[in-house]
């Protein structure tokens, strides 16, 4: 391992709120436990989630080191990594190496519980979410993984092997590659869970519900049942996005990429209250192959919170199918439930901190609202992730105006811009610790 024993981090401080980051010296974390893993970090991620601790909405009352968003290389592991590692643990304790590079999720899982056999690897019965006082987050040097063959990927196999992960990246710049750490899966699971949502299958299908579900789907029961097919005019998807930080524009390209790989037609309302949040949607959009942008008569609007309600109501149908919801505050969900049609699935992914969300009983039973919360599983998400940043490498693959990744400065300049992100001057930044 590195000589290095003292590490620049950025750390939150409780005292005195809001805003209280700061730039900091602290140890180099080392290994605690078997399964262990340090990583000198390369590149490491500022998030929308890590605004709601630097604004004092959530509810933190401890000095952390800040960040969930790494990649980097393994400069030392506990004693579960070795070649006779059991074959019914995660294989990455029989591979892993030091000098190896490697991405995390943003959550520790540990691929042995059955929450993680299952996919659900975010509610792993061991979670940790990095960036918060239970485990010391990535915007420093240095970060102590734990469960870590369970958690990372490697980035360093056979970049000759066309089946690889390094190969597949290997031609992407690595601040791109870091969206596969959060904000791009979880920008595609918004979607997937209101795209796989039972009520959305007759877009999909084209058959009625429920004919088009489970057991009913061999229509056994139904065939009697003289419902037509749907017509193409019915099949005509509208979709809200609430929200248009760098997860809302991860979540507009993969819903888009959804739909035209499922030649589904589809109007979507894309609503953020900041301008220069929609201007980067806009330009993102219009940077986009026509093949991306559906067929004729197939609409994309960019819209502040005033204009969306207008824009779904001109649309004659009472409402979207679905409504993703990428903020994770109650005006966000109130936003989305009022563009929200009757029998309508509402997918959010916000962090939400509220005590309660701002709506009653009685509105949702009376639209037939289905709700789908939830933080993302990344590691069960992280290879559908890896195939949507290389069909769309086009705009994921740049940084700058055009890209979804705005800009990568050092770690040192973070106060900067925690303040200019939390203000959306600066779309998603990247942080290097080492310049
Ligand atoms: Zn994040
Ligand atoms: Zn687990």
Request: with cysteine; net charge neutral.
């Amino acid at each position: 391992m590195d000589r290095q024993v003292v590490q620049l981090a950025v750390r939150y401080h409780p005292l005195p709120p809001p805003h209280n980051i700061r730039i900091e010296s602290v140890p180099v974390p080392t290994i605690l436990h078997p399964d262990d893993a340090i990583v000198k970090i390369q590149l490491s991620g500022l998030c929308g989630s890590d605004l709601h601790v630097y604004r004092g909405h959530q509810d933190v009352n401890e000095t952390h080191i800040c960040g969930h968003e790494f990649i980097g290389h393994v400069v030392a592991l506990g004693s579960s990594f070795h070649p006779g590692s059991p074959s019914s643990r995660p294989a990455l304790y029989a591979s892993l190496k030091i000098g190896d590079k490697v991405i995390s999720p943003f959550t520790v899982s540990c691929g042995e519980c059955q929450y993680c056999r299952f996919g659900f690897t975010a509610r792993c019965v061991s979670s940790l979410v990095f960036g918060s006082p239970a485990l010391q987050g990535a915007q420093a040097q240095y970060v102590r993984v734990p469960l870590a063959g369970g958690t990372l990927f490697s980035l360093s196999t056979s970049v000759d092997d066309p089946l690889s992960l390094s190969h597949a990246l290997s031609h992407l710049p690595d601040p791109a590659v870091l969206l596969l750490a959060d904000v791009l899966p979880t920008g595609l699971f918004v979607v997937l869970q209101a795209f796989t949502h039972p009520k959305l299958a007759p877009i999909f299908t084209g058959i009625p519900w429920p004919r088009n579900v489970g057991h009913h789907a061999k229509g056994a029961l139904l065939s009697g049942n003289t419902l037509p097919y749907l017509s193409s005019a019915d099949r005509v998807l509208d979709v809200g996005i609430v929200g248009l930080g760098p997860v809302g524009l991860c979540a507009t390209l993969a819903l888009l990429d959804y739909l035209t790989r499922a030649d589904v037609r589809r109007r979507i309302v894309a609503v953020d209250p900041n301008q220069s949040r929609r201007a980067k949607m806009q330009k993102i959009y219009d940077a986009l192959p026509e093949d991306a942008k559906g067929m004729s008569g197939d609409e994309f609007v960019v819209a502040d919170i005033a204009d969306a309600p207008k824009v779904v109501q001109a649309w004659g149908r009472g409402g979207c199918h679905t409504v993703l919801e990428v903020v994770g505050s109650p005006s966000a969900l109130t936003l989305s439930l009022a563009l929200l049609a009757p029998s309508g699935v509402l997918s959010s992914c916000g962090v939400h901190q509220a005590p309660q969300i701002p709506f009653a009983g009685c509105e949702l039973y009376n639209k037939n609202v289905s709700l789908e919360f939830g933080r993302c599983s990344v590691h069960s998400l992280f290879v559908p992730a890896v195939e949507l940043l290389l069909r769309r490498r086009d705009v994921l693959g740049a940084i700058g105006e055009s890209g979804v990744v705005d800009r990568v400065i050092p770690l040192r300049d973070a106060v900067r811009a925690y303040a200019k992100f939390d203000q959306g001057v600066y779309g998603k930044v990247v942080f290097d610790p080492w310049t």
